[in-house]
């Protein structure tokens, strides 16, 4: 049959991009069955496969524009009563018997409607009680396939028993279980085959194999058989879709011809036939089992059922071991949480609790190192690189975070400044635990120099021909080994796992931490507030923008008012009668970064000046980047000022004192008894000054001072009276 070289039915594909190959748009099946497709609304056949004359007996003018009853038998009849029910997106099998050259004659079914509401039914001729004995038979010998899956308590357990279940149920001479790596690439980790074959078990198959568009339909179309690699295409008539104009979408079609690419990559492998059923594990295709024949093989719609109900059991599998494993590192997480938070609430840090065991971090995502990166420098266990270069790589790694986490398994591939590090830290695998305080836990891992056993070179995977479209797969896959070194081992998905559950953990710790900090600190903060309120000192303090915070209750009252409101520093001026010198005071301490101190008066509600004394200091930041805070503390200077005045008078007093000592009037002898007297009463009362003055509060001073100066103008009174006695005079008042 000719084939249209100058529109490709897989589209156009090169050397650099083999994902440009439309592989559901193929246009053709292969030829042991025969597709039809009929129109959504009713059974008229639209589109047929080149080779219905051969595989129904019908030419395709006889098919086209008529309806499916044209084909006779019984189904017919089936296909319409699903399409009056409603024709799903999943393939549904049918089988029964339609009127070839009328003649009855069985075949297997599987009716689907595609994305172009075209509904498509694709036949293959089988032997109808063959069929249904197989049907009949395969339930029986299904449940112990699915009892020796399920008693697999590992990964690589259930990769060996899968080969051998499906070589036992498909019969192919090679059973592979696939799995792929974080980068794409495939490694064979288990493998059933005949004896004489060579083995592949141990070998890894670049990313390359497997396009891009073919993982997407690996993802939708979970089993595909290809039964010989030798066969001719079969050309859909007519080639385009009609109600569209467009190629049809094959995507969910078992009978799909399969990419030239594809083929000639097995013919190169001296493949004949295969199966291929897709491992999908969160939405992802985590691997395959890929069986090979070497002659032509079929595969009935039963058989196939059963390889997809095995590829379901493997997938479910896969993901229980996964989440046992990954359960059984978040459990060992969260007793770890347990005591981190214990230690927080004894002894209010967490950090070196989290350390205490740091073999147990390291075993956590087996890591060669593991640092914690906080306020308070590095924290690690295990093999490190020194501190700076660990600060260094943790503002790397900051900004690349997503979702609280980040790998890599060759650090110096994605920044080249850390190649030195590689003995220490070739893997990196990071949590984020809080950003604005820079707390990050870092698990390193060293290099790994290994050798990796590919199947061919990989980094010759397509050669080309004379033609762009004659691209061809490599033809050896003789054992090509490659010495990797500048990686580590890979981190897996149970690592991630481990990554956030600490995370979490850390993340609900840090929270306790600063639960229990806050509530310690509103203790702290009330008791403040209660004690400087208690101050007869009127307080003011300022954040470090000079936005007021606070005002004690005094320096309200310093106004007679009960709320004097000051939204910042640069308001208080303005509470002053000399507004200059408070404005001096502010710009000291705002732009100056100096303490002040000084004498004002403040303006009180009536109009009163209140005298006060002002010391304004500057609260600095501990890191130096300047100023905390600022505290003004204003003290009421009146009952001072009346205490200096009081002993002014008291000092006028005792110079009353000392006058009779200046007077000649009496006798030498009474003169000098007097002066004895009078310089008593004088010392007497100074000490008495003295001792006042050393007085804290001014309250009691002032009256005190002012009995002191009652009294000794008293006793001047008493001193005149006595002289003037002595003398014979007469006393003055």
Known sequence: MATNRDAPAFGEADLSNCDRELIHVPGSIQPHGALLVLDAATPRILQVSGNVDVKLGFAAEELLGKSID??????????????????????????????????????EALLHRNESDAVILELDPVDLEQAIALARDLPQRLPDAVKRLGAASTIEALADQAVRVFRELAGYDRVM????????????????????????????????????????????????????????????????????????????????????????????????????????????LWGL?????????????????????????????????????????????????????????????????????????????????????????????????????????????????????????SLARDATEFAPLAEQATGVLAVEISKPDREYLL???????????????PHKPVLLGNDPRDLSPRRSFGVWTERVRGTSRPWVPADFAVARAMRATLRDVVLQVRSMSYLITEDRLSRLR????????????????????????????????????LADLDDLPRLFDDPG??????????????????????????????????????????????????????????????????????RS??????????????????????????????????????EVADEADSATVVPTLEDIEASTRRLADLARQMSAYASGSSVEH
């Open 70 to 107: 044209v084909l006779g038998g019984d189904l017919p009849v089936q296909v319409w009563t699903r399409m009056l029910g409603g024709v799903r997106a999943a393939p549904q099998p049918l089988r029964g018997t339609i009127a070839s050259n009328g003649e009855p004659r069985g075949f």
């Open 177 to 284: 279980f696939y799995r792929f790596d974080p980068d794409g690439h495939g490694e064979v980790v288990a493998e059933a085959k005949e004896p004489h074959l060579e083995p592949y078990l141990g070998l890894h198959y670049p990313e390359s194999d497997i396009p891009r568009r073919a993982r997407e339909l690996y993802l939708r179309n979970r089993v595909r058989v290809l039964v010989d690699v030798h066969y001719e295409a079969v050309p859909l008539v007519p080639r385009l879709f009609p109600p569209s104009g467009d190629e049809l979408d094959m995507s969910m079609c078992w009978l799909r011809s399969m990419s030239p690419m594809h083929l000639q990559f097995l013919k190169n492998m001296g493949v004949t036939a295969t199966l291929v059923v897709s491992l999908v594990r969160d939405g992802e």
């Open 443 to 457: 698990w390193l891992r060293g290099e790994q120099v290994r050798e990796v056993r590919w199947a061919g070179n």
């Open 581 to 650: 010198t408070a404005r001096t005071m502010v710009r000291a301490v705002m732009d100056d970064g100096r303490e002040w101190q000084g004498d004002l008066s403040l303006v009180s509600g009536d109009g009163r000046l209140v005298p006060v004394a002002i010391r304004a200091d500057v609260i600095p930041r501990l890191d130096g980047t300047g100023a905390l805070g600022f505290i003004v503390i204003v003290t009421n200077v009146s009952e001072a000022r009346a205490a200096d005045a009081a002993r002014v008078r008291v």
């Open 289 to 409: 089992v890929a069986c090979h024949h070497y002659s032509p093989k079929r595969l009935s719609y039963p058989l196939r059922a059963a390889c997809d109900v095995i590829g379901e059991v493997l997938s479910t599998r896969i993901a229980v071991l996964e989440n046992f494993s990954r359960a059984r590192a978040t459990a060992l997480v969260r007793r770890m949480g347990g005591r981190l938070i214990e230690a927080t609430w004894t002894r209010g840090q967490w950090q070196e609790e989290l350390f205490a065991d740091g073999r147990a971090l390291l075993r956590m995502v087996d890591a060669t190192g593991v640092a914690l990166v906080h306020e308070g420098g590095i924290l690690g266990a295990g093999v490190l690189p020194p501190d700076e270069a660990v600060h260094a790589l943790a503002d790397w790694v900051a900004p690349r975070i997503a979702d609280g986490c980040y790998a890599t398994a």
């Open 530 to 565: 209660r004690a400087l309120q208690a101050s007869t000192d009127g307080v003011l303090i300022a954040d470090g923008a000079g936005r007021v915070r606070f005002t004690s209750e005094a320096f309200s009252r310093f106004f007679h008012r009960p709320h004097v409101h």
């Open 653 to 690: 007093a005792i110079e009353d004192v000392q006058r009779p000592l200046r007077q000649r009037e009496i006798a030498l002898d009474d003169r000098l008894d007097f002066e004895r007297l009078l310089r008593a009463l004088i010392e007497h009362a100074t000490l008495t000054v003295m």
